[in-house]
């Protein structure tokens, strides 16, 4: 679950203009108009606030989105060791995976779209996350001559897991759905 505090910049621009209405009807039965510049500026400071809040502090769901972010970022440039830093060490069997497949074709686009995170358990050591998303590539084979394809995955369940240097990375926990093309 998301702590909206920390990463729902809406939740302080609702707060923001909630202070404001409250100065301004504040300033409504007076004469004077400091109950308003009040308002006005707590308002502002509610803003600037929430975001430093949503904008500066690092969260771990922040953190899992970049990590797929990068990921996405390495497929696109062909790089599979670019992704495989992405991939926990001991994650043999997706290691393998994503070696041969980043082999065998040269992608020209991905997209990961619909990223859930659908649990996240910092009480085990190392944390754990489990994320669902869709996959969406393009790209030509490399094998059999160049054949172009596209394709959409849905992604069941990914777990990944914090590792020492605090990275998210992906482990061999991985549910794939049907192939969309």
């Known amino acids: 679950m998301p702590n909206l505090f ?91 995976f994503v070696d041969k497949e980043m082999r065998a074709v040269r992608i020209d686009m991905v997209k990961a779209s619909g990223v859930k995170i659908d649990e996240l358990n910092k009480t085990t050591s190392p944390a754990r996350a489990r994320v669902s998303l869709r996959i969406a590539v393009q790209g030509q084979g490399r094998d059999w001559g160049e054949y172009p394809f596209s394709t959409l995955v849905e992604v069941d369940m990914v777990e990944l897991r914090q590792e020492p240097d605090g990275v998210w990375r992906v482990t061999d926990k991985v549910e794939l759905g049907r192939p969309f093309r």
Do not use: C, H
């Open 6 to 96: 920390f990463e729902s910049f809406v939740l302080w621009i609702a707060i923001a203009v909630g202070l404001v209405v409250v100065g301004w009807a504040l300033a409504q039965g007076t004469t004077k108009r400091s109950f308003a510049i009040a308002g006005f500026g707590v308002g502002l400071a509610a803003l600037a606030l929430g975001a430093i809040l949503v904008f500066v502090v690092d969260t771990d769901p922040k953190s899992i989105r970049r990590t797929i972010r990068a990921m996405e970022s390495a497929a696109e440039r062909n790089d599979a060791d670019g992704v495989l830093q992405y991939v926990s060490k001991n994650a043999s069997v997706t290691r393998r």
